[in-house]
């Protein structure tokens, strides 16, 4: 389901303006209702049920800061496209994952649980997002006018990052960035999201967590600025998926997490953090999990024998391949094996005497 596109635009002008039979305006009939805030400096959409359950606020704070408070869980694939001309933009993603991607951007790459994502984009580029079906998502995304960041916070940009004070005075575009939130934006994220507050103390209250949420993005990636640090470009997302389609390659003779860095040309410490990152464990962890997918695979087929499918997975041998696989899936490679075929003689043909036409596959061996 692809929904109606939003712009920064379209939300400040929305807020505290109750549209039309409370249905968001030029959104489909099936999208869901808004109802204005207390403070009457935003609006609530409630999502219908044939796109999810939940929904979102969107509070416009002050002259600088807007933000967006997610509480939802789609009932079915959702693509949806954001433009935010002239804001920096930071999404502080506290529960659950989606898939973003920019204008002319190569693959997909995760707002990811943990982690906020920051961007400023060139006018009139837009971010596409994709929302899985049933998969809880709790975020706040933080809008940052840049034009009145001096006026109205009285911060010398000056004193920024590079990355952010060229954003903000020539807007030199900032491609996705990902920096991990810590404890304190985590806390703030939450706050925002958990918010007990009503009218103008819950705007107030809002403010304090958006500069909260702010500043540790901020701060995150000025620790990180050097080449080992933790912020993850588009180049290096590309060199970590790459890295895990080397290790989908060479499971019979995997390559060591130094190795792996060196072919991919990152260090060892960026390449664990992007796995970290991306596929939410360690080289190890990681290479563990492809390898036993593919033995699931192979086991099932069932032209192969176990010794062969553990070499092939690179275990140094079928009893330690054995241990692995049933800790993973709890039954061992035999009895998926069996399991597998029963389900194929269950789906054959009858001949004339109601039996199951003969089964051609590999042997029933450890």
């Not at 600025?225 to 997302?237: E, L, Y």
């Amino acid at each position: 389901m692809i929904l109606h596109d939003r712009t920064i635009e379209e939300m400040l002008g929305c807020a505290g303006q109750p549209g039309e039979a409370g249905r968001w305006r030029g959104a489909t009939a099936l999208e869901g209702r808004r109802e204005p805030l207390v403070s009457g400096h935003g609006f609530r959409h409630r999502y219908d049920e044939a796109v999810g359950d939940g929904g979102w606020e969107f509070h416009q704070l002050d002259d600088a800061f807007s933000m967006a408070v997610v509480d939802f869980r789609a009932a079915c694939r959702i693509s949806r496209s954001h433009r935010h001309d002239d804001h920096l933009v930071f999404c502080a993603m506290i529960q659950g994952r989606s898939t973003i991607s920019t204008e002319g951007g190569i693959g997909g790459e995760e707002l990811a649980h943990g982690f906020c994502t920051f961007y400023g984009l060139p006018r009139g580029d837009a971010v596409h997002t994709v929302y899985e079906p049933h998969r809880p998502l709790r975020y706040v995304s933080i809008f940052l006018r840049c034009d009145r960041v001096r006026d109205v916070l009285g911060l010398d940009v000056q004193a920024l990052p590079a990355i952010f004070r060229d954003y903000i005075l020539h807007r030199t575009p900032i491609d996705l960035c990902h920096v991990p939130l810590g404890s304190g934006g985590s806390i703030a994220a939450t706050q925002a999201l958990d918010c007990p507050y009503e009218g103008e103390l819950r705007r107030l209250y809002l403010i304090a967590k958006s500069i909260e949420i702010v500043c540790a993005a901020i701060q995150a990636y000025a620790e990180g600025a050097d080449a080992d640090g933790p912020v993850m470009r588009r180049a290096d997302i590309g060199k970590v998926r790459l890295a895990r389609q080397v290790i989908e390659e060479n499971l019979a003779e995997p390559l060591s997490v130094a190795e792996l860095a060196a072919a991919v040309g990152m260090t060892v410490k960026k390449l664990q953090y992007g796995f970290q990152v991306l596929f939410r464990g360690s080289v190890g962890q990681v290479y563990k999990q492809v390898r036993l997918s593919k033995a699931m695979v192979l086991v099932s087929k069932g032209d192969l024998s176990m010794i062969d499918i553990a070499i092939e997975c690179g275990y140094e041998c079928p009893g330690s391949f054995t241990r692995a696989f049933k800790l993973a899936f709890g039954a061992s490679p035999t009895l998926v094996r069996a399991m597998a075929m029963q389900a194929v003689l269950a789906e054959r043909p009858r001949d004339r005497f109601g039996q199951a036409q003969a089964f051609v596959g590999g042997p029933l061996v450890n």
